[in-house]
């Protein structure tokens, strides 16, 4: 059964910083493509960064490009996004999300999702 689980959301000042987690069980790990997307109230749901399978190649909204880092720890089955420099724009829920193969912008094109984590930055 496959399973994605996210931790690390929280409430946080502008200006600060969040890890978050992506922890993965039921399938082949290191053959698979971590996204995490972010959807805020209203909002369509929106790609935030990818990790790619085949090399580790990575991926960012121009939105979060040098405040965020996504990496993954393929011997703890885990997916990561550091955030820092937090805006209140970056206020959403986060999803962990996996493909096979090739890291993709659209949602539609991801096969499993975890239940979201809440990020809300204010002063």
């Known amino acids: 059964q496959v399973q994605l689980v996210e931790s690390g959301g929280g409430l946080v000042q502008p200006g600060g910083a969040l890890r978050l987690s992506c922890a993965a069980s039921?399938?082949?790990?290191?053959?698979?493509?971590f996204a995490w997307f972010r959807q805020a109230p209203g909002s369509e749901r929106e790609r935030v960064s990818c990790?790619?399978?085949?090399?580790?190649?990575?991926y960012y909204a121009d939105s979060v490009m040098g405040r965020f880092t996504i990496s993954r720890d393929n011997a703890k089955n885990t997916v990561y996004l550091e955030m820092n420099s937090l805006e209140p724009e970056d206020t959403a829920v986060y999803y962990c999300?996996?493909?096979?193969?090739?890291?993709?912008?659209?949602?539609?094109?991801?096969?499993?999702w975890g239940q979201g984590t809440q990020v809300a930055v204010s002063s």
């Open positions: 999300s996996t493909r096979q193969r090739f890291c993709r912008v659209s949602p539609g094109a991801y096969d499993y």
């Open positions: 039921g399938f082949a790990f290191d053959y698979w493509s």
């Open positions: 990790i790619s399978s085949s090399d580790g190649s990575t």
